[in-house]
T-cell receptor, first 114, second 112 residues
Framework: DQQVKQNSPSLSVQEGRISILNCDYT??????FLWYKKYPAEGPTFLIS?????DKNEDGRFTVFLNKSAKHLSLHIVPSQPGDSAVYFC?????????????FGGGTRVLVKP | DGGITQSPKYLFRKEGQNVTLSCEQN?????MYWYRQDPGQGLRLIYY???????QKGDIAEGYSVSREKKESFPLTVTSAQKNPTAFYLCAFRDRRTGELFFGEGSRLTVL
């Protein structure tokens, strides 16, 4: 039972254009969402997060949008750069869950073409 | 190292052998986690520990064991009972202020 899903396994985008990554969740108890970026053979690094009390959070080229009614969030990268080529994981957490565990999606591989 | 170190980075094991992966953090955080990543898949939680001398099973704990005798150390043992141990293993601590997880560089285990 996948509680967090990233339905697009891969995405290819031209340098300078927008990358849009999508994530859907099923657990209505999730109240905090995060995006991580991962290069091959390295650990994921935190990118941006959003609390369920907000619908948008922006940090430089990265913006995360949350639609609670649709149980959907998205990550926008504008403009996309070749260094953004990586796997991006969406993760979610419920403050009421034991251990503050993060549940991860399957990841989306982004390729930014020069 | 971002405050968390995993070793070894690469490890080969014969079938039937146990192997222990090391995870050390020097930032005095209480909560630590072990995840596993398989090719084309997301991260799945194996075990977590919220405090010294306490740990809990995650979603895929079978065939694994952990200990938390010291706050800074959270080693993971992959036992011979784990049916499919070849994977990339990631250890993390949780920042108590922000709730974010910070990961180590990972350990790639290959069973020959």
């Amino acid at each position: 039972d996948q509680q967090v899903k990233q339905n697009s396994p891969s995405l290819s985008v031209q340098e300078g254009r927008i990358s849009i990554l999508n994530c859907d969740y099923t657990n209505s108890m999730f109240d905090y969402f995060l995006w991580y970026k991962k290069y091959p053979a390295e650990g994921p690094t935190f990118l941006i997060s959003i609390s369920s009390i907000k619908d948008k959070n922006e940090d430089g080229r990265f913006t995360v949008f949350l639609n609670k009614s649709a149980k959907h969030l998205s990550l926008h990268i504008v403009p996309s750069q070749p260094g953004d080529s990586a796997v991006y994981f969406c993760a979610a957490r419920s403050i009421k869950a034991a251990g503050n565990k993060l549940t991860f999606g399957g990841g989306t591989r982004v390729l930014v073409k020069p | 190292d971002g405050g968390i170190t995993q070793s070894p980075k690469y490890l080969f094991r014969k079938e039937g052998q146990n192997v222990t992966l090391s995870c050390e953090q020097n930032l005095n955080h209480d909560a630590m986690y072990w995840y596993r990543q398989d090719p084309g898949q997301g991260l799945r939680l194996i075990y977590y520990s919220q405090i010294v001398n306490d740990f809990q099973k995650g979603d895929i704990a079978e065939g694994y064991s952990v200990s938390r005798e010291k706050k800074e150390s959270f080693p993971l043992t992959v036992t011979s009972a784990q049916k499919n141990p070849t994977a990339f293993y990631l250890c993390a601590f949780r920042d108590r202020r922000t709730g974010e997880l910070f990961f180590g560089e990972g350990s790639r285990l290959t069973v020959l």
